[in-house]
């Protein structure tokens, strides 16, 4: 009897299924993280501003982000922390936000508020990052500014956000 | 029998399910390892330090202050996808200011509208000086300044040599 030899190398049956399988699990895989990572940063247009440095955060240092949208909305991850017309309302509308602020100043890492000083009192040396639209109205984010000066808090280095100009690159 | 040999020498049947299984855990593994970037840039600035610490007398330091001001709102428009159109009393959701939008900047007794104007102001401020390194600056920003006009001044701040930049507190809304 003849045996019809099939050449082991060119012949190989394509199953499709599991081609599809990770088709699907990859478009789910990038969809998850793509999610994850944004989750800090809200949706704004940010101010173009030409001599801003590349944001280049240290991924080991915890830099919190605080977002104020164009109507003055107080977002962090994803969530509203002051809301204009809804928060004014209570007794201290920005009671929320100067929670959060007083617990993120006790995640950042200190330093000595007198400079080369080895004693006494310490606040955050990270800095915070603020993004804010940009037709927000800049009361808001002086505002926040002005939390972040308070005894419980005492963040003392600020980045503002803005967008830099694709065309040239990093610009020190 | 030497047919079966043959066979059993040549054949290598291909299992797919490792190889899938190895292709999720590498994809995985670099997922976990690489960062995303995202394309932004910061501005640095400073907030005052000492606040409720008790601060010992300082001698009077060289200080610049810019006063921000808005002189015209510029009329509200609302992005389309064409580019844009006047903002109607029925639209809601993001604006955007007008280019008849106008700003009065001050720097001590010099007076500008124009942001070209204020950075040469500044730039030559910056290297009268006397001979001290940082000389400290302060936006002061009046109401219905917005982010974008506090970023732009920042930014020519930042460009005529000012490293040491703080903010004023927020006003009551009724000042000018």
């Known amino acids: 009897m003849n045996l019809s030899k099939h050449d082991p190398e060119t012949e190989m049956e394509m199953n499709m299924t599991p081609m599809i399988d990770v088709v699907f699990l990859l478009i789910i895989f990038f969809m998850i993280i793509t999610d994850m990572t944004q ?28 977002n104020i949208t164009f109507d003055g909305r107080i977002v962090i991850k994803r969530e509203d922390y002051y809301v204009p017309e809804l928060d004014d309302l209570n007794a201290d509308p920005y009671i929320r936000v100067k929670e959060w602020l007083a617990q993120t100043a006790k995640k950042m890492e200190k330093n000595f508020i007198q400079d080369g000083a080895t004693s006494g009192p310490m606040a955050p040396d990270e800095p915070l990052l603020i993004r804010a639209d940009i037709s927000t109205p800049f009361k808001h984010i002086q505002k926040i500014m002005e939390f972040c000066g308070e005894q419980g808090v005492q963040i003392w280095k600020v980045q503002l956000a803005c967008s830099v100009p694709e065309s040239e690159g990093p610009a020190e | 029998m030497s047919m079966l040999a043959e066979l059993a020498e040549d054949k290598a049947e291909m299992e797919m399910t490792p190889m899938i299984d190895v292709t999720f855990l590498l994809l995985i ?29 300082a001698e009077p330091i060289e200080k610049v202050e810019i006063l921000m001001r808005v002189v015209k709102d510029g009329t509200k428009l609302k992005r389309t996808d064409n580019g844009t159109r006047p903002y109607t009393s029925s639209d809601t959701g993001r604006y955007d200011w007008g280019s008849d939008r106008q700003m009065e900047y001050n720097v001590g007794p010099f007076r500008t509208n124009d942001l070209d104007a204020l950075r040469t102001k500044l730039a030559k401020v910056f290297k009268d000086r006397s001979g001290d390194d940082k000389v400290p600056a302060t936006i002061d920003a009046r109401p219905k300044t917005v982010y974008e006009d506090v970023v732009k001044v920042l930014d020519q701040a930042i460009d005529a040599g000012f490293t040491d930049i703080t903010f004023v507190g927020a006003y009551p809304d009724h000042i000018e």
């Open chain 1, 39 to 66: 989750q800090d940063l809200e949706d704004l247009q940010l101010p173009m501003a030409q001599f801003a440095k590349e944001d280049k955060p240290d991924p080991e240092i915890y830099r919190p982000i605080i």
């Open chain 2, 29 to 57: 593994f670099f997922m976990c390892t690489l960062k995303f970037k995202t394309l932004e840039g910061k501005l640095s600035a400073f907030l005052p330090k000492d606040v409720g610490v008790n601060q010992m007398d």
